[in-house]
T-cell receptor, first 113, second 111 residues
Framework: EADIYQTPRYLVIGTGKKITLECSQTMGHDKMYWYQQDPGMELHLIHYSYGVNSTEKGDLSSESTVSRIRTEHFPLTLESARPSHTSQYLC????????????FGNGTRLTVT | DQQVKQNSPSLSVQEGRISILNCDYTNSMFDYFLWYKKYPAEGPTFLISISSIKDKNEDGRFTVFLNKSAKHLSLHIVPSQPGDSAVYFCAARLTGNQFYFGTGTSLTVIP
């Protein structure tokens, strides 16, 4: 069973606040991902990383940023939260082998009021 | 434009019968396909996958079929159990590392 942890599970915050969503994995996976999902919609890739000091933006335009200073840690930061950021944020990781699945954390449900 | 499509938002099946979930894709460069199961307030859980060089992969009650000419993927669950009730997502990977997901099908297995 994959060990990937996201905190907080739920967050309600006011507009304009800076927030960081935490994601850590204990499997030594090189590749990590952040997805955003709204109810009834597909998961949209917002950021990914292939290793330490490597980060890329995904297909979904996002006002968030990420960092990858350590293999196990891939936090996502919103500098100024807005109601449009209300969503579920899912972190995932996978090892370097070609055909390996994504392993997901339980997500952070963010509500911006 | 959405590259992975699940056209059935919901499906209801009697316990013990077969559940068939379908997925269509548009990009012929996808080389790896996966199915995930998701319960409310949890992250998706990996179920089963298939490489583009195969047309079938089986794992217990779960079988995935791939029809490359039709760009179609399906998941069969036999026999269906009430605990299988969840949202099922199909996903496809472009050569490399980017994964694309469908919108999900909500499966209800009726006892």
């Amino acid at each position: 069973e994959a060990d990937i942890y996201q905190t907080p599970r739920y967050l309600v915050i006011g507009t304009g606040k800076k927030i960081t969503l935490e994601c850590s994995q204990t499997m030594g996976h090189d590749k990590m991902y952040w997805y955003q999902q709204d109810p009834g919609m597909e998961l949209h890739l917002i950021h990914y990383s292939y290793g330490v000091n490597s980060t890329e933006k995904g297909d979904l335009s996002s006002e968030s940023t990420v960092s990858r200073i350590r293999t196990e840690h891939f936090p996502l930061t919103l500098e100024s939260a807005r109601p449009s950021h209300t969503s579920q944020y899912l972190c995932a990781s996978r090892p370097g082998q070609t055909n390996s699945p994504l392993h997901f954390g339980n997500g952070t449900r963010l509500t911006v009021t | 434009d959405q590259q992975v499509k699940q056209n059935s938002p919901s499906l209801s099946v009697q316990e013990g019968r077969i559940s068939i979930l379908n997925c269509d894709y548009t990009n012929s460069m996808f080389d790896y396909f996966l199915w995930y199961k998701k319960y409310p307030a949890e992250g998706p859980t990996f179920l089963i996958s298939i490489s583009s060089i195969k047309d079938k992969n089986e794992d217990g009650r779960f079988t995935v079929f791939l029809n490359k000419s039709a760009k179609h993927l399906s998941l069969h669950i036999v026999p269906s159990q009430p605990g299988d009730s969840a949202v099922y997502f199909c996903a496809a990977r472009l050569t490399g590392n980017q994964f694309y997901f469908g919108t999900g099908t909500s499966l209800t297995v009726i006892p």
